[in-house]
């Protein structure tokens, strides 16, 4: 494991260099997030707990800051026709807010599956709405035939290193803001966002841990990790609509080399630690956004010896984008 | 009305001296709350708002500013036996938390329908807990019982110059944080946050405003305020739990001479708040937290000539402890 803080430049899909640059390309653009944090939930877990809100940037997710990252990097020429992207979720409207801010049109295609409150977000930004089914060939098919119709470029949610860039801008926002945390917490999905934190923060500082947090239902990336090759999955199962992807062929390596140990948490787990944001943190977090305090309170997080001395700890709430419908008709009973 | 900047020190029970003093005495304790902000929430009500978080407050409400301001503010002697409140709610958190701090003992007399989740953060805090019926009169007999009991002090929740000081502490910072503010929407019950808030912004900043906002089913201060005395309600009946109580006679005088304005909003227009706040501003809010968007947002605001001119628009969301209880159901069928 690559972890000894000199990460040869060129080896990845991004470096720390990239990452500096996307932070002065976005940071106008971008919420430096706030840290929240709790002394019962400091209690609870026996370390303290950093929760980085990425739920409060732009968007309702740190997604944002890969697809204003790739989406100013563009040159005019390139970006005159537009972008677009396939996704059921927050990159999706990250993409429709950062393509409104540069001014051109974002064409976004959206499986009949996603949630109202992500679709919404898309709306609300502008993105030019295109349905397809479910399955990533009918995705994929339909975002081709857009791409043909317009011209416009493709923005991938993940395997991209603009986009990986991007989501390192956290870790250098978050070591500044606690220059003292020792282990860093990443939901892994498609692996753009642990891939820029990883690089960026053992970079800063080569003895941090970085741990990735999975679904049972989707973890392709602990199977990926335990085969040293990647895996994909037949089918996912899991409340964590936004951890539902597969590694890439530029996110695998990083994953590979730079994470230290995949903690795979159960849906009951994550819902439980979604009950702690709300209840003691006040913060309104989607499933994806909770994985990372189920993980540090799991059973084989707080029993494994390796991360007893884990003090200092960061967790990335990824986002906050979730449909609450049922209990606003509670409400309205 | 009296807003022309000189409010007579020892007129009311509270005044800047005393909230600046407050500010020292709770200093270390509080946290120092957030500002945020959502550029679609500015572009729906047409003004730039500012949301004062006191629901990442300690014990998820502006509470603890009053009862730690008082409880800190007692004698030893005074002190050693403890202290006593009745309250179905926030209040007796944060009694509970600040007795913990103090190293004293608090006795919580609750009546039996009090929210769960409210229940669980005084016993989260060490409160020692007794239950009474949902009566007024069978909360304050048994309140009697124990003060006769251990000897320990009443620490009323609003009706109280120090927990007005307490409360107040939030203008200071609040304008320490957003010195462009113009105006403060407040929420309303027994009148201590707003009291507070009132006599600390208009001291500092008299051109301010402070406008009330308070459930058409629990509006005896806006029927105050129009009867120029204090009105109570044979009952009540809205879902912001938090705003049941009516005025006391040290916060009517406050209300009734630096209130500008007591804006009424329907249940209805406080849920549809609170899913924005939930869905944009991604901050778990109770329904009391949400009713100074929901005024903001209400036809007799928008459509008033006289707050045309509000433009910089500070809302106190006053708390966040709520009974989601049906969301983790949904989630874990």
Not at 149 to 172: C, E, V
Not at 259 to 276: C, G, N, S
Request: aromatic share 6%.
């Amino acid at each position: 494991m690559e972890n000894n803080g000199h990460i040869q430049s060129g080896k990845y899909a991004a470096d720390i260099s990239s990452i500096k640059d996307a932070k002065l390309r976005i940071e106008s653009f971008i919420h430096k997030t706030p840290i929240m944090s709790s002394e019962y939930l400091n209690s609870v877990s026996g370390r303290k707990l950093f929760f980085k809100c990425e739920c409060f940037q732009k968007g309702g997710a740190f997604k944002f800051r890969g697809a204003s990252n790739a989406i100013f990097s563009l040159g005019n020429d390139q970006a005159v026709k537009g972008v677009v992207t396939h996704s059921s979720g927050n990159h999706a409207a990250a993409v429709s807010l950062a393509a409104k801010l540069r001014g051109i049109p974002a064409y976004i295609v959206i499986p009949k599956n996603a949630p109202d409150c992500k679709v919404e977000n898309v709306r609300r930004y502008g993105g030019k709405i295109f349905w397809s089914e479910a399955t990533m060939q009918s995705r994929e098919s339909v975002s081709t035939k857009v791409m043909e119709d317009t011209g416009a470029i493709l923005i991938h949610p993940f395997n991209d290193g603009r986009i990986i860039s991007g989501q390192g801008t956290i870790s250098l926002e978050l070591l500044e803001q606690i220059p003292q945390i020792d282990t860093i917490i990443v939901p892994i999905s498609g692996g753009g966002l642990i891939s820029g934190v990883a690089l960026a923060a053992k970079a800063i500082k080569p003895s941090i841990r970085i741990l990735a947090a999975e679904p049972r239902g989707a973890n392709d990336a602990a199977q990926s990790k335990a085969a040293g090759r990647i895996i994909t999955l037949p089918e996912t199962n899991t409340i964590a609509d936004g951890l539902r992807a597969f590694l890439g062929d530029l996110t695998w390596p990083i994953v590979r080399d730079l994470v230290d140990e995949v903690i795979v948490v159960e849906d009951k787990e994550i819902v439980q630690a979604m009950k702690m944001c709300y209840e003691i943190l006040k913060v309104a977090v989607e499933p994806s956004g909770a994985i990372g305090l189920a993980a540090v309170l799991s059973h084989s997080f707080q029993q494994n010896p390796a991360w007893k001395d884990c003090s200092n700890i960061a967790i990335i709430v990824s986002g906050g984008n979730v449909d609450l419908g049922i209990l606003w008709e509670s409400y309205n009973k």
